[in-house]
């Protein structure tokens, strides 16, 4: 079973619980790419960027996961950097994989924001 959701959560929880293990993974599979093309793709801070978003998903899936409250501060740290990571990724131009991954990072900020706010 690869579904990393609990049916304990609502259903909005389980919803960012996927939205951040996927974008998790995006960003790193996104990483291997940038690396792979070289030059602005691989700048160190853009691909720092996609590390920290990659870690700060996996974080806060584990918060929802272990149904702690801490999980609002760390959907909150989430959205933001999903957000900065979004732009960075589409920056990049007419790049279907940084498209892909900018697309993944936008739901993630959206769904994550919601888990902040309560909502």
Known sequence: MT??????????????????????????????YCLGKGGRHAEPQHIGLMGVCADICATSADAMLRGVSAHTATCGAC???????????????????????????????????RMASGA
């Open 3 to 32: 579904h990393h959701t609990a049916e304990h959560h609502d259903p909005a929880m389980n919803e960012c619980i996927d939205n951040c293990t996927r974008c998790h993974a995006i960003c790193l599979e996104t990483i291997n």
């Open 79 to 113: 959205a933001e950097i999903c957000r900065q990571c979004a732009e960075s990724c589409a920056a990049m131009g007419d790049d279907p994989e940084m498209q892909r991954c900018a697309d993944m990072c936008r739901r993630c900020a959206g769904s994550c924001q």
